[in-house]
C-alpha cells in the first residue's frame, strides 16, 4: 500500500518552484497568506532557469518613454513571443513590468550588470529594443531565498500529479514525494492553487539526436503536468494547437539564440536574413526569431546548411557574448566546446530547428492569472494567451500571487479531511499502487517514446508537413489505445520512475487535447497546417480556440481577442 | 553516462543529488559516500551539479550524438573562390 504520507494545508499551493511559480509564492506570502510550494526538483536549480538566462523583456519608461504602446505594438508584432496574446495581457504585463525588475535588482539578481540598462540581443536595427540584458546566473537561488523569508514552505522533490476539485472549485492537490527511493503520496488542501510548471517537452520526436529524448532546449522535466492535470479537472486551455519550435546549435539543444552575437549565413557566406551583415552586439541576428522555419527552410531548398558566424567579432564583443552566455546558463555547453576545440572567433556552427513543443500555449487566464476554474491560476510558459518567457513568467507569476493572497476568502477552503476523502485521491493512489506492484510491465521510456511517434506522424507540425482531420481522428484513435496500454502495462521501480510513468500519461492527456484544438482549427495558420484546409481565414485571426472537458464531452470554443487597454 | 563524479574529490555533501533539476542522482547518505548518477540518459548537461559542487569533483560527458556540428568560418564563402584557394 502507498501511504498518504503527509497532509498539509496552505492557503495557497504553488504548483511548481520555476521563475513563475517562485514568484507567485513570494507574492502571495507578502500579503499574508500561508503559502507551500510543491517542486519536482530542487527550487535553487529547477526548470528552464534552472542555469540562468539573459534577457528580460520589459518596459522601461526611462529607456522607452512615456508611451507604453510603443513596446506593446513591438511585442505583438516584431517579436517571437507575440503569436498568441491577448493584448490586453500584454498591457498588464508590460506596466507591471518595471517594477519587477527592480524588485529582482534589490534582491541582488543583476539587472544593469553593466551599470546602465542594457537592451541588447533579439532585435531589429533602428527599432526599439526591449529585451533587457540582465545575468540570471543565481536567479532561482536568490529567489528560493526571498521566498523562504517570507515564510513560503517549499517541498523539493514533491511533484503534483494531480489537481483536486470539489463542488466547481479548487480544493487543493495530490503530491508524490519523490525524495526517497520509495514514492509516498502527499494531500495538501488549498482553496488557490497556482500552477506554474513551465512548458510542454517530450512531447514530439527529438529532432536533434533521435533517442535521445533528453537532449532539450528547456527543462525535461516540464513534461506539461500542470496542463494536463487543469485538463482532466475541466479548466479551459487555449491556443494548444499552435506549437512552438525552438532554434539554436544543431544536435546540442540549448536556448539563447539570441545570446550569439554573429550572423547566420549560407555556405556561400550570404546572410539568411536582410538584418545584419556583420556581428552585431546591439541586435545580435533576429533572423531566426522572425522567420522560425528558416533552418528547415533552406535545408529543403538546397542552399543549407545554415551556420552562425560570429568570426568577425571584436575582441570586447567576443568576451560579452561569452560573458552572456554564461549568465544565460550555457556554461555546460561552453565547456563542451572548450573540450571540442570549436572556438566562434574561427568556427562557424551549424544551427537547426528543433522538435515541437509547448511554450506559450496551454492554460487561459485573465488579467490577474485566473484560470476558468475558481481557484486557480496559472502563471509563466504553460499560460496559453500570453507568452513573455522570464519577464513574462516573473511578472505574472507575481500578479497571481499577489491576486490569490489578497483573495484568500474568495473560495471557502475545504477541511483537510473533506480533501483527503476525496474519491480522486483514492483513484491517484490506486493508480500509484498498480504502476508500482506490477513486475515486469512496460517501463516509462516506451510510453513516452510511443507517444512522441503518435504526436509526431498525427499532429506534425509546420514546415513542410501537414495536419488533416483524417490523421488527426487517428492519431486520437491511437493516443487512445496508447492510454490504456500504459494504464494497464506500465510499471515503475522506485520513486523517479513512478515519476515519469505519471508525466507519460500526463502527456497523453496534453496530446489529446492538442489534437482536439488542431482538429477545430480549419485552417492553416502556421505552423498548424491542414492538409485539407490549405488557407489562412482572416476571420479566425480575431479569435481564439479554447478547449475543455465537461462530464467527459470536449467542448471547443472560439473567443474573440481581449484587446481591452 | 554523464555526469561523472570523481570519487577521490568527492566529499559525499550531497548537493548534486539535491539540486539535480532532472534528478539524476541517487544518494543513500548512510550507506554510500558518494552519489550515484543512476539516470544518466535523463541529464539534460545544465552544468548545475558542477558549478554547486563544492568539492569540484564533477564533470559532464556530453554524448557523441550531440556533436555540435560546425566548420571554419572562413569556408564561408561562394564555392569558386574556395577552389581558388582565396
Not at chain 1, 556561400?268 to 551583415?277: K, S
Not at chain 1, 552586439?281 to 542552399?303: E, L, P, Q
Not at chain 1, 507569476?397 to 483573495?407: L, M, Q, R
Request: neutral net charge.
Amino acid at each position: 500500500m502507498m501511504e498518504i504520507k503527509n497532509v498539509y494545508e496552505a492557503d495557497v499551493l504553488v504548483v511548481g518552484g520555476g521563475v513563475a511559480g517562485l514568484m507567485a509564492a513570494i507574492a502571495a506570502a507578502e500579503k499574508g497568506a500561508r503559502v507551500l510550494v510543491a517542486e519536482k526538483a530542487d527550487s535553487r536549480r529547477s526548470g528552464s532557469g534552472a542555469a540562468g538566462n539573459d534577457h528580460f523583456r520589459c518596459y522601461i519608461p526611462e529607456c522607452h518613454g512615456p508611451d507604453v504602446e510603443r513596446i506593446v505594438y513591438e511585442v505583438l508584432h516584431f517579436s517571437q513571443v507575440g503569436q498568441c496574446h491577448d493584448p490586453h495581457l500584454t498591457r498588464v504585463f508590460l506596466r507591471r513590468s518595471e517594477e519587477i525588475v527592480r524588485k529582482w535588482e534589490s534582491w541582488g539578481i543583476p539587472m544593469r550588470p553593466t551599470g546602465q540598462w542594457e537592451f541588447t540581443g533579439h532585435a531589429y536595427p533602428g527599432r526599439v529594443r526591449s529585451g533587457l540584458k540582465y545575468d540570471g546566473k543565481k536567479q532561482k537561488a536568490v529567489m528560493t531565498s526571498e521566498a523562504k523569508k517570507r515564510g513560503v514552505t517549499i517541498l523539493n522533490h514533491m511533484p503534483v500529479i494531480e489537481l483536486l476539485k470539489k463542488d466547481g472549485r479548487m480544493a487543493g492537490a495530490v503530491a508524490l514525494d519523490v525524495s526517497a527511493e520509495e514514492p509516498s503520496l502527499c494531500v495538501i488542501a488549498a482553496p488557490s492553487v497556482i500552477l506554474g510548471t513551465g512548458c510542454t517537452t517530450r512531447l514530439y520526436n527529438n529532432m536533434a539526436t533521435p533517442g535521445w529524448m533528453f537532449n532539450l532546449a528547456y527543462c525535461p522535466s516540464n513534461a506539461g503536468g500542470g496542463i494536463a492535470q487543469a485538463w482532466r479537472i475541466g479548466a479551459k486551455l487555449v491556443n494548444l494547437e499552435m506549437t512552438s519550435r525552438h532554434a539554436g546549435p544543431k544536435y546540442f539543444q540549448r536556448c539563447g539564440k539570441g545570446t550569439w552575437i554573429g550572423v547566420l549565413r549560407y555556405p556561400d557566406g550570404e546572410p539568411l536574413g536582410p538584418f545584419v551583415d556583420k556581428p552585431d552586439r546591439a541586435c545580435g541576428d533576429i533572423t531566426s526569431d522572425v522567420w522560425n522555419s528558416s533552418f528547415t527552410d533552406v535545408m529543403k531548398n538546397g542552399r543549407g546548411p545554415a551556420y552562425m558566424d560570429c568570426s568577425g567579432l571584436t575582441p570586447e564583443d567576443y568576451d560579452y557574448m561569452m560573458w552572456g552566455m554564461d549568465s544565460e546558463g550555457l556554461k555546460g555547453m561552453l565547456n563542451y566546446m572548450d573540450e571540442a576545440g570549436i572556438d566562434p572567433r574561427r568556427h562557424a556552427v551549424e544551427f537547426m530547428q528543433y522538435e515541437p513543443f509547448l511554450i506559450g500555449k496551454g492554460l487561459e487566464i485573465d488579467e490577474h492569472g485566473r484560470c476558468s476554474v475558481p481557484g486557480l491560476y496559472a502563471a509563466g510558459d504553460m499560460v496559453g494567451n500570453f507568452r513573455a518567457d522570464i519577464g513574462g513568467a516573473a511578472v505574472f507569476g507575481w500578479i497571481a500571487g499577489e491576486y490569490a493572497g489578497s483573495h484568500i476568502g474568495e473560495n471557502a477552503a475545504f477541511s483537510d479531511e473533506v480533501v483527503c476523502a476525496l474519491p480522486h485521491v483514492a483513484e491517484v493512489r490506486v493508480l500509484c499502487e498498480k504502476i508500482m506492484n506490477r513486475v515486469g510491465g512496460c517501463p516509462w521510456k516506451e510510453g513516452n517514446l510511443a507517444v512522441q511517434q503518435i504526436m509526431t506522424d498525427y499532429a506534425p507540425s509546420g514546415p513542410h508537413t501537414a495536419r488533416s482531420a483524417n490523421l488527426l481522428n487517428a492519431g486520437l484513435k491511437y493516443l487512445g489505445d496508447l492510454r490504456q496500454t500504459l494504464l494497464s502495462s506500465m510499471s515503475a521501480t522506485c520513486s523517479h520512475t513512478l515519476m515519469r510513468a505519471l508525466e507519460t500519461l500526463d502527456l497523453v492527456d496534453v496530446g489529446e487535447a492538442l489534437m482536439h484544438a488542431a482538429l477545430e482549427r480549419r485552417e492553416t495558420r502556421p505552423p498548424h497546417n491542414r492538409a485539407d484546409f490549405t488557407f489562412t481565414n482572416p476571420m479566425l485571426g480575431e479569435l481564439f480556440l479554447t478547449v475543455r472537458k465537461e462530464e467527459g464531452n470536449i467542448v471547443k470554443e472560439w473567443r474573440k481577442k481581449d484587446n481591452s487597454r | 553516462m554523464p555526469p561523472i563524479i570523481d570519487p577521490e574529490k568527492c566529499k559525499g555533501c550531497g548537493t548534486c543529488a539535491q539540486i539535480c533539476p532532472v534528478q539524476v542522482f541517487r544518494f543513500h547518505r548512510a550507506e554510500e559516500k558518494t552519489p550515484r548518477p543512476v539516470f544518466g540518459e535523463e541529464c539534460w548537461h545544465c552544468n548545475c551539479c558542477v558549478e554547486d559542487c563544492p568539492a569540484g569533483a564533477i564533470r559532464l560527458r556530453v554524448p557523441v550524438p550531440y556533436m555540435m556540428v560546425h566548420v571554419d568560418a572562413d569556408t564561408l564563402k561562394p564555392a569558386r573562390s574556395r577552389h581558388d584557394g582565396n
